[in-house]
């Protein structure tokens, strides 16, 4: 199994990025998923997060300005954020639950390689 993000880039502030990341390889079923990003210097943290049925979480920093959606037909999950701010400046991660086999009950975690948004004029 394989996530594989995708979307940043260089960004104004107040402009907007999408990010996406696709699951791919033996997939039987994904939990919950979501992004994590780390600023320059500083440690990894949660941005928002999303159960297999809907019920989201977001980090206060970003409330009302990204949103995170999933599609499951394909094994997808993106990051819609607007109004970029210099503090959103970071290496982006994406990660998922994934449980690969109809046998298996057991989920794994899975993480994307990151993607850098930066925002600056």
């Known amino acids: 199994v394989q996530l594989q993000a995708s979307g940043g880039g260089l960004v104004q502030p107040g402009g ?62 993106y990051l819609q954020m607007n109004s970029l701010e210099p503090e959103d400046t970071a290496v982006y991660y994406c990660y998922a639950e994934i449980r690969e086999y109809s046998y298996s009950r057991i989920y794994s975690n899975y993480w994307g390689q990151g993607t850098l948004v930066t925002v600056s004029s």
């Open 16 to 77: 907007s990025l999408r990010l996406s990341c696709a699951a791919s390889g033996t997939i039987f079923r994904i939990n919950n998923v979501g992004w994590y990003r780390q600023p320059p210097g500083k440690q990894r943290e949660l941005v928002a997060r999303m159960t297999r049925t809907g019920l989201i979480n977001y980090a206060d920093s970003v409330e009302g300005r990204f949103t995170i959606s999933r599609s499951n037909a394909k094994n997808t999950v």
